[in-house]
Every structure is written in structure tokens, then in C-alpha cells.
């Protein structure tokens, strides 16, 4: 027959005192049940986390290199927007987004850069800009300039994955410009500062 264990609280000046079983009010088929269901929706938690793609890695592992650097990417603050916010859209919206970059040195000629975004637009246009000089400001695309090479666009989630190989180390800041119109044109519609991060300097040689 089921039993339900007794707990006690050991106290050298009372000595044993014995507590209420607070399961008591479940019956035995209905706890063994329910832990049965919560063994499973673990289990079944721990395989999803296991079976979920791992970008950051899958690049760099073919040549058997690991990289220097991870750098988190976030929204510019509201006063470094050059052009503001996008019309139609909340301060909340814009720095929804987040992301990251993992800088591998390859070789003494080749750097590859692996961009993870998170919390974009759906289906929005960006395109990666790599920030040469702050004072006075310079930048360039980042990569080769054109669609499908220094832009990138969101699935429906607002995710996006980028890979982009440099032969040489990138410069100071990176920046996101979101296109509001889809557009890849130096436009009105054009908004800096989706997402922004700190370049490390160059490691020495």
C-alpha cells in the first residue's frame, strides 16, 4: 500500500517534532502521474536545447579554429541616432533588437566575422556598416558593398545569421542601419543605429 513519508525537524532544545506530509492531499496514482509528466517535459526540454542550431560555431569549426572575440551588440541610445527613430515606430520596437559577433582570426590575411541578430523587424532590410574613424566620422560597408553582401534582411521571427570575411581586422565600431523603405539607396529612409558595438583592437601578431 502506498506510504507517504513522515518529515521531521531535529532541534536540540525540543527535540523531534513531527510536520505534515504536504502531499498528503494528492492520491498515489495522481503523484506518481505527475511525476512521470514532469520527468518527460524535462526531458523533452533538455532535446530541444540540444538539437537547436548553434550559428556562432558552425563556420569556424571546418578549419578547426576557435574565436578571439565575442562582442554583444545593442541599440544606440536615442540621442546618438543620427536620423532618429523610423516614423511609425516606438523607441521600445527599434531597441528590441539584440545580437552579438564573434571575430575569428583565420589566417594573418583573413578575418571572419559572424553576425547573430535577434529582435529585428520581420522581414526588415539592414545593412552592416564598419566605423573606420569616430572624430571626425568615417565609415565603410562592411564586406563588399552591394544586396546580399553588406546587407541582410530578418525572417519572419526577426532573426538574422551573417557571415562576412575580411583580409583585415575591422576598425573601431560596428553599426546596423535599418532601411525602412527595403531600399539598399543612401535614402531618407535610411536609420543608423538598429544595433551598435565596440570593435576590439588587433591582436598583436
Known amino acids: 500500500m502506498w506510504r507517504y513519508p513522515e ?3 531535529v532541534s536540540k532544545r525540543k527535540g523531534v517534532k513531527k510536520m505534515a506530509n504536504p502531499f498528503k492531499k ?23 536545447v540540444a538539437s537547436e542550431p548553434h550559428h556562432m560555431s558552425a563556420a569556424y569549426d571546418k578549419e578547426g579554429v ?10 544606440q541610445k536615442e540621442r546618438d541616432l543620427k536620423n532618429g527613430l523610423p516614423p511609425g515606430m516606438t523607441a521600445y520596437s527599434f531597441w528590441a533588437a539584440r545580437g552579438s559577433v564573434a571575430i575569428t582570426m583565420v589566417s594573418a590575411d583573413k578575418v571572419r566575422l559572424e553576425f547573430s541578430f535577434s529582435g529585428l523587424i520581420p522581414y526588415g532590410v539592414y545593412t552592416l556598416w564598419n566605423v573606420l574613424e569616430t572624430e571626425p566620422f568615417k565609415d565603410e560597408p562592411l564586406g563588399e ?21 575580411l583580409n583585415k581586422w575591422p576598425g573601431k565600431e560596428f553599426l546596423l542601419d535599418y532601411h525602412a523603405d ?18 576590439p583592437p588587433e591582436p598583436k601578431k
Not at 576557435?66 to 541599440?75: E, N, S
Not at 553588406?150 to 538574422?160: L, Q, R
Open 7 to 9: 518529515f521531521q525537524i
Open 182 to 199: 527595403g531600399r539598399l539607396s543612401q535614402s531618407k529612409g535610411v536609420y543608423p543605429g538598429a544595433l551598435w558595438g565596440e570593435f
Open 26 to 48: 494528492f492520491n498515489g496514482p495522481l503523484l506518481f502521474a505527475t511525476m512521470v509528466f514532469t520527468w518527460f517535459s524535462f526531458s523533452a526540454a533538455l532535446v530541444a
Open 66 to 75: 576557435t574565436p578571439a572575440f565575442i562582442i554583444p551588440l545593442f541599440p
Open 145 to 165: 558593398f552591394g544586396a546580399g553582401r553588406h546587407s541582410v534582411v530578418a525572417d519572419g521571427s526577426g532573426t538574422a545569421y551573417k557571415v562576412v570575411e
